[in-house]
Structure formats: structure tokens, C-alpha cells
């Protein structure tokens, strides 16, 4: 945690929707004249995809997995010591992991590879972190500790699952079958590594469907915000102004005394009303400390 070099951290499985939620975030500090330093979970991945495919299989030789969600195919221990670095001095370094041909356009780069690591601008607000591993917390290390805002964002697994599937087959260029079996393969790693860390976060926001999902791996469509609830749910209901909240979002109530439910199509106008006091307060401190 740092008044001065605050981290602003966005955790979620693949296809959780981070990359969305980041949108929102970035509306957010572009209103409040914020300048963050992004940076994008995929990118501490320890091998590009063709050395994951070769590891991955000298895994499976020896009757043993690999997967992304895992601590052995991410660079962990760099990504702990750059939220380290970031909390006491504002610097760092990032880089970037290509997905696809469109991505890697402005770098003349093929997908599955790793833009070099430079610099982050060393003038920086604050830190924001969209990814996999934003709270992570292991044997060897805790990421989670230096983040000051940890926000998770956890669709039920069915959800999760359509969505996954969607985007790696619209945009990825993934068959819907290699999709299941990528999300079969990862379970353990799963359970071990990505859903703990949503006890360790101030805020999740949890997307839940209100249309049939029993079998995902059919779904043609992802359902719609208007066919979805989000249940918010505040780890210290001290941070949360209900009333405020209630008051601003129609058709809201409580169904904890620590959990807000809202409908689906104000997820983005709910973000904004709970998070936005949330950054004024981190900016306040820092602007005050100088
Ligand atoms: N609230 C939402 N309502 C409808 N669709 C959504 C929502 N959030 C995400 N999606 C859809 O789900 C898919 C996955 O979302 P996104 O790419 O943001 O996931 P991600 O968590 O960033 O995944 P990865 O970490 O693998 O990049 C996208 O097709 C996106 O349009
Ligand atoms: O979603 C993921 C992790 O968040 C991807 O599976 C991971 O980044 C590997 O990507 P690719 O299959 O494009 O090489």
C-alpha cells in the first residue's frame, strides 16, 4: 500500500470481462484528469506461445500441468517486485503480450510474442493493473499486499465460461472444442490460484445471469446486460455509502448488509458511482501528502 505511488488493481479470470471493466476505468480517470500507468496481466506470462506449447508439453510427459492460470507459467515473482518497486518509487518496467494480428500491428510483432520490456513513465498518478493475478497470494509471494484498490470481477462460472468461449473464438482464433479443453486443463490451477484471490478483494463485482446458461459449452449468445444482475459486494461495508448508492441506482437494493444487487445494463453507471469516490479518496491523500 502507498499514499504516494497508489496501485489500482483489476482481477478476473480469462474472460471474466477485466478487459471491459478496464474501459470503465479508464473513462473514470480520463474525467479526473488521472494519468495511470496500465498494465496488462497476460504480459508477466513466462513464455511466449511457442515455448508454452513446448513446456506444456514436457508437462504433460511427465503426467504433470501447465496452464496460464498457474505460478509456474507466470512471471510472479516480477510482478510482485514491480508493485514493490511502483509502491516506494513510482518506477518500473512493463511490456506487452500480442493475442493477435491486430494487436500486434503497431509493434510489427506476431501474436504470441512479448513487446521488450521498457521503462514506465515515471510520472505517473498511479499504477493499474487489468489481469489474472492482481491479488495473487502463494507460498513465494503476495501481490495482493501492495494494492491499495483490489477490485475482482468474477461473472458466474457458466457466464464465464460463454464469455471465454466467444471472445477466443471471435477474436482469438480458437475452435470452441481447443476453448473447453483449455478451460478443463486450467480447473486445479483454477480452484488454487484465481479464486482465492476474491478474499482478498475491497470490491467484487459479480455478473450473474438471469437467462438459462445449464450448458455454456452451447450458448450461442452471451446474454445481455438486460438479462444479467450485478451483485457488488463490499469487504469492509464501512467503505460503502448504501444510501448514495441506492438512491442513484434505480431498481437497486441490498441483499447483505455488505452486498449491493443492480441491474445488469447499470454495471458501468455503478462502477462509476461506487469507484469514482473511492480514487478521489486515494488522489486526495497523495495530493495532500505532496
Ligand atoms: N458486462 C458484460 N456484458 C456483456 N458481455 C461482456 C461483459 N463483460 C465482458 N463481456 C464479454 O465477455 C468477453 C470477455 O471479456 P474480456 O475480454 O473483457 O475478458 P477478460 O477478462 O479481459 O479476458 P482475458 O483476461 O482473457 O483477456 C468479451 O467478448 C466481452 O465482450
Ligand atoms: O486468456 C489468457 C490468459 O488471460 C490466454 O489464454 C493467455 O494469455 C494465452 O494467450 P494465447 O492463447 O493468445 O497465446
Not at 496488462?40 to 506461445?49: I, L, N, P
Request: charged share 25%; hydrophobic share 35%; proline share 6%.
Amino acid at each position: 500500500m502507498s499514499v504516494a505511488h497508489p496501485i489500482i488493481a483489476v482481477t478476473g479470470s480469462s474472460g471474466a470481462g477485466t478487459s471491459t471493466v478496464k474501459q470503465a476505468f479508464s473513462d473514470m480517470f480520463r474525467r479526473e484528469g488521472i494519468r495511470p500507468v496500465v498494465i496488462e496481466g497476460d504480459s508477466f506470462h513466462r513464455y511466449d506461445r511457442q515455448t508454452m506449447k513446448e513446456k506444456t508439453a514436457e508437462y504433460e510427459a511427465q503426467s504433470k500441468i501447465l496452464t496460464h492460470f498457474g505460478p509456474e507459467a507466470n512471471e510472479l515473482e516480477k510482478l510482485e517486485a514491480l508493485f514493490r518497486e511502483y509502491s516506494e518509487r513510482g518506477t518500473g518496467k512493463k511490456r506487452l503480450y500480442i493475442h493477435n494480428e491486430e494487436e500486434g500491428e503497431p509493434y510489427g510483432q506476431a501474436p504470441g510474442t512479448f513487446t521488450p520490456w521498457e521503462p514506465i513513465d515515471s510520472n505517473s498518478h498511479l499504477l493499474f493493473y487489468e489481469g489474472l493475478h492482481g491479488g495473487v497470494v502463494t507460498d513465494q509471494v503476495n501481490v495482493a499486499r501492495y494494492v491499495d484498490l483490489l477490485v475482482g470481477v468474477v461473472p458466474v462460472v457458466n457466464l464465464e465460461w460463454i464469455q471465454k468461449i466467444h471472445r477466443d473464438c471471435l477474436n482469438r482464433g480458437y475452435s470452441s472444442e481447443a476453448v473447453v479443453q483449455i478451460i478443463l486443463k486450467r480447473m486445479p490451477d483454477y480452484v488454487h490460484y484465481i479464486t482465492p484471490q476474491f478474499s482478498h478483494t475491497h470490491i467484487n463485482f459479480q455478473r450473474v445471469p438471469l437467462v438459462d446458461t445449464s450448458n455454456p459449452f452451447i450458448a450461442r449468445d452471451i446474454p445481455t446486460p438486460d438479462e444479467s444482475k450485478v451483485v457488488i459486494r463490499f469487504r469492509d461495508p464501512h467503505m460503502a455509502d448504501f444510501p448514495y448508492y441506492l438512491n442513484m441506482l434505480k431498481d437497486s437494493y441490498m441483499s447483505r448488509a455488505n452486498t449491493l444487487v443492480v441491474p445488469g445494463g447499470k454495471m458501468g453507471l455503478a462502477m462509476e458511482i461506487v469507484l469514482t469516490p473511492v480514487i478521489h479518496d486515494i488522489m486526495e491523500k497523495k495530493r495532500v501528502r505532496g
